[in-house]
T-cell receptor
Framework: SAVISQKPSRDICQRGTSLTIQCQVDSQVTMMFWYRQQPGQSLTLIATANQGSEATYESGFVIDKFPISRPNLTFSTLTVSNMSPEDSSIYLC?????????FGPGTRLTVT | QKEVEQDPGPLSVPEGAIVSLNCTYSNSAFQYFMWYRQYSRKGPELLMYTYSSGNKEDGRFTAQVDKSSKYISLFIRDSQPSDSATYLCAMSGYGGSQGNLIFGKGTKLSVKP
């Protein structure tokens, strides 16, 4: 497994602003993923971040809204841009080790 | 029809009971099946990982996959208050990052002392 940390753990932001979420892993991993967990909804994959290449976004998610950086094998950031109340959610990063995915503790975002 | 259906509960059982958690799915291409446990305000924790049909046991936990019925189950024996959490099923058509994990909405379990 892996130890994954996220910053911030929670935040309250105003409409129209942006928030960058950081994800740090204690070992080098090739694949990192960003998920969204909205109340009462399934965990949904936003994008896959492979070090050294552009992130791959799932249907319904775009780079302008959720830009991702992956500067090295232990770190990634997700930015939620131009936020609206609909972006209030828990954002989780995960890493793949072998064929298994492990999740960070999540960032709880509230947009007012 | 959603790809993965999971009864959200809540499910409340007395300590020591056998718990059965279930998911159904519609995509016959799914071959990899996982169960995650998520405590309140924490990230999901991988409990069980199985491939194709059959059973897998790990301590008090048993995962079953019936591909013919498109039905997966997680059994918890001798349930403990510490098992109180939300349980998420997840599945994929391919191993590892080649396959997007599709999650159920989760079942909230409460084990009463």
């Amino acid at each position: 497994s892996a130890v994954i940390s996220q910053k911030p753990s929670r935040d309250i932001c105003q409409r129209g602003t942006s928030l960058t979420i950081q994800c740090q892993v204690d070992s080098q991993v090739t694949m990192m993923f960003w998920y969204r967990q909205q109340p009462g909804q399934s965990l949904t994959l936003i994008a896959t971040a492979n070090q050294g290449s552009e992130a791959t976004y799932e249907s319904g998610f775009v780079i302008d809204k959720f830009p991702i950086s992956r500067p090295n094998l232990t770190f990634s950031t997700l930015t939620v841009s131009n936020m609206s109340p609909e972006d209030s959610s828990i954002y989780l990063c995960s890493v793949e080790i072998g064929y298994e995915q492990y999740f960070g503790p999540g960032t709880r975002l509230t947009v007012t | 029809q959603k790809e993965v259906e999971q009864d959200p509960g809540p499910l409340s059982v007395p300590e020591g009971a056998i718990v059965s958690l279930n998911c159904t799915y519609s995509n016959s291409a799914f071959q990899y099946f996982m169960w995650y446990r998520q405590y309140s305000r924490k990230g999901p924790e991988l409990l069980m990982y199985t491939y194709s049909s059959g059973n897998k046991e790990d301590g008090r936990f048993t995962a079953q996959v019936d591909k013919s019925s498109k039905y997966i189950s997680l059994f918890i024996r001798d349930s403990q208050p510490s098992d109180s959490a939300t349980y998420l099923c997840a599945m994929s058509g391919y191993g590892g990052s080649q396959g997007n994990l599709i999650f159920g909405k989760g079942t909230k379990l409460s084990v009463k002392p």
